[in-house]
C-alpha cells in the first residue's frame, strides 16, 4: 500500500488491513500476560465456578432481590440517567444569566466534586433517617451516585456546549431559527461529539465506585467476592472474579461509547 493511499484511508476514519492484525495480535499478546500473571496465584477455579452463578447475578438473592453484577448494573443503569439529568440541568443553570441558578449550581458541583463519594454515601444513609426520611441502602447508594456524578458530568456538558462555535448560533439566528430550535438541533448534536468521550469515562468510574455501596451490606460483586473469600479463605479467586466482572461490563460501555461516537462524528469524518 502506498502511502497516499494509506493517508486517505486514515483520514476517513477506515484503518488498512495490516493494522487491525497487529491491533489484535497485541490484545491477544497483552490478555496472554494477564492471565499468566494470575495463574501464578494458583487459583482454584472449582471455587470459581460454584460461586460464579451468584457473582454473575444469574440467582436472586435470599430475599429475592437483584445480587453480583446484576443489581451492579441496576445501579448504574438508574444512576447514569439521574446523573444526566442533573448534570444537564446544573450545566444549563451555569449557561444562564439567573445568578440564583449559577449559585445554586455552582455550589452543587462544589460540594459534590470536593467530598469522597463513600461519605456522601454514609451521608445519606446514615443522615437522613435523623431527619424523619429513612431510604433503602440501594436507594442511598443511586441517590449518591447520581448526586456525585451529576456534579462532574455538569461541567462536561458546560464544556462541550460553550465547545461548540458562537458563529453556529449565528448562522442559525440569520435563518430565523428559534433559539430553543438551535440549542436541540443544532449546539447539542455537535456538543456531543466533545461530551461523549469524558462522559463514558465517568460511568465507567461510576461502575467501579459502585463497589462503595457495600459497605451498606448490599448484595452487589464486591460484596459478594469479600464474603466469599472471607467463608472460604480463597480471596484471590474471588477477587480476581470480580475484576473480570467490572472489566467485562466496562468494555460493554466502552463499546457503545464508539458506536455513539461514529453516530455524532459523521459530520466529521473527511
Partial sequence: MDWRRYQQQM?????????????YLTWAVMFGLCVAFFLNFDLKFSIILDKLPNLLGLSL????????????LFLCVCSIFASLALG???????????????????FYASFFR??????????IYLGLPQLGVVPG??????????????AYLSEIFRAGIIGVPHGQHQASLALGLQPATIFWHITLPQAMRTILPPATNQFISMLKDSSLISVM???????LAQSYGRSSYRYI????????????LSIGLELIQARLERHYGKGYIR
Fill in 237 to 248: 479467586e474471588m477477587l480476581t472474579t470480580a475484576a473480570v466482572i467490572y472489566w467485562v
Fill in 217 to 223: 451490606g448490599v448484595w452487589e460483586v464486591m460484596f
Fill in 11 to 23: 483520514s476517513s476514519g477506515q484503518r488498512p488491513l495490516g493494522f487491525h492484525i497487529r491491533l
Fill in 137 to 150: 441502602a440501594i436507594t442511598a447508594g443511586i441517590i449518591a451516585l447520581s448526586l456525585n456524578y451529576g
Fill in 88 to 106: 444537564f440541568a446544573a450545566a444549563l443553570a451555569r449557561l444562564s444569566s439567573s445568578a440564583v441558578a449559577f449559585g445554586i449550581a455552582t
Fill in 114 to 123: 470536593g467530598t469522597p463519594l463513600l461519605i456522601q454515601i454514609l451521608l
Fill in 61 to 72: 438473592s435470599p430475599n429475592g432481590f437483584l445480587q453480583g453484577a446484576a443489581l451492579t
